[in-house]
């Protein structure tokens, strides 16, 4: 029982690995957040006379618009225009990640996104569903002929580094966020303790900036996983 104490108290103290509640109830908070401004976004949007049509002022459905826009563009490019179904699932990871980083700006919140394990599990359900999505897409047969490679006496070797590859890919995108999240949000601190008003508004300028970074990273690999795994049967 010592012993079983000692390595819970000792995972709790590496970085990112944090304990509690406020995580949760921060990434819950994000979530209702969305859901509500995108049901004003759509009242603005019905309420519109022209809803094809975009406002000459700025608006929350505009902003959702140009959000939308930015997303179906990368997805395009990123995807193709064929696969433009996920888009609704990367769309929604942008939007969650991105406002989960914005949140650490605010005094008082907990940002989620500075501990390894919240993104990992995000991560997860990335790697979950694109393998999911690649096998539905393909097959079970084509998408593990992908895995072997394409030439027969290296197979073993090409499926061992080809798993450990996609075992890597939530681990890396986890510390990727982690490590520029914790690592902004440090400087930025760093940077308005030192400084006096209206300076900190520069800091935090670019930290939003970051932000909005971060999650557009995150979500352009999810992109690449998603067609890497559903167009296989092009690759052979």
Same mark, same amino acid.
């Given at each position: 029982?010592?012993?079983?104490?000692?390595?819970?108290?000792?995972?709790?103290?590496?970085?990112?690995?944090?304990?509690?509640?406020?995580?949760?109830?921060?990434?819950?908070?994000?979530?209702?957040?969305?859901?509500?401004?995108?049901?004003?976004?759509?009242?603005?949007?019905?309420?519109?006379?022209?809803?094809?049509?975009?406002?000459?002022? @700025? %608006? #929350?459905? $505009?902003?959702?618009?140009?959000?939308?826009?930015? /997303? !179906?563009?990368?997805?395009? &490019?990123? *995807?193709? =225009?064929?696969?433009?179904?996920?888009?609704?699932?990367?769309?929604?990871?942008?939007?969650?990640?991105?406002?989960?980083?914005?949140?650490?700006?605010?005094?008082?919140?907990?940002?989620?996104?500075?501990?390894?394990?919240?993104?990992?599990?995000?991560?997860?359900?990335?790697?979950?569903?694109?393998?999911?999505?690649?096998?539905?897409?393909?097959?079970?047969?084509?998408?593990?002929?992908?895995?072997?490679?394409?030439?027969?006496?290296?197979?073993?070797?090409?499926?061992?580094?080809?798993?450990?590859?996609?075992?890597?890919?939530?681990?890396? @995108? %986890? #510390?990727? $966020?982690?490590?520029?999240?914790?690592?902004?949000? /440090? !400087?930025?601190?760093?940077? &308005?303790? *030192?400084? =006096?008003?209206?300076?900190?508004?520069?800091?935090?300028?670019?930290?939003?900036?970051?932000?909005?970074?971060?999650?557009?990273?995150?979500?352009?690999?999810?992109?690449?996983?998603?067609?890497?795994?559903?167009?296989?049967?092009?690759?052979?």
């Amino acid at each position: 029982m010592s012993s079983g104490g000692h390595t819970v108290n000792l995972v709790e103290q590496l970085p990112g690995v944090g304990s509690g509640i406020e995580p949760l109830v921060s990434a819950l908070l994000i979530v209702g957040l969305i859901f509500f401004l995108s049901r004003v976004a759509l009242r603005q949007l019905a309420n519109r006379p022209e809803p094809l049509i975009p406002e000459k002022k @700025l %608006s #929350l459905s $505009l902003v959702f618009e140009l959000i939308a826009e930015l /997303i !179906v563009s990368l997805g395009d &490019t990123a *995807m193709g =225009k064929r696969n433009r179904k996920y888009l609704p699932f990367v769309g929604s990871i942008f939007l969650y990640l991105f406002f989960l980083n914005l949140l650490g700006l605010v005094p008082g919140f907990s940002m989620p996104t500075d501990l390894v394990a919240f993104n990992l599990g995000v991560s997860l359900v990335v790697f979950v569903l694109y393998n999911y999505w690649g096998i539905r897409q393909v097959g079970v047969a084509t998408y593990l002929k992908h895995l072997l490679g394409p030439v027969a006496f290296i197979a073993p070797l090409m499926f061992v580094v080809e798993v450990v590859s996609h075992i890597v890919r939530p681990v890396s @995108l %986890s #510390l990727r $966020l982690y490590g520029n999240m914790t690592g902004d949000h /440090i !400087v930025l601190k760093i940077f &308005t303790d *030192m400084t =006096k008003f209206p300076i900190p508004i520069v800091f935090y300028c670019l930290g939003a900036f970051v932000c909005f970074m971060q999650a557009f990273v995150f979500t352009l690999l999810t992109m690449v996983y998603i067609r890497m795994a559903v167009e296989h049967e092009e690759n052979h």
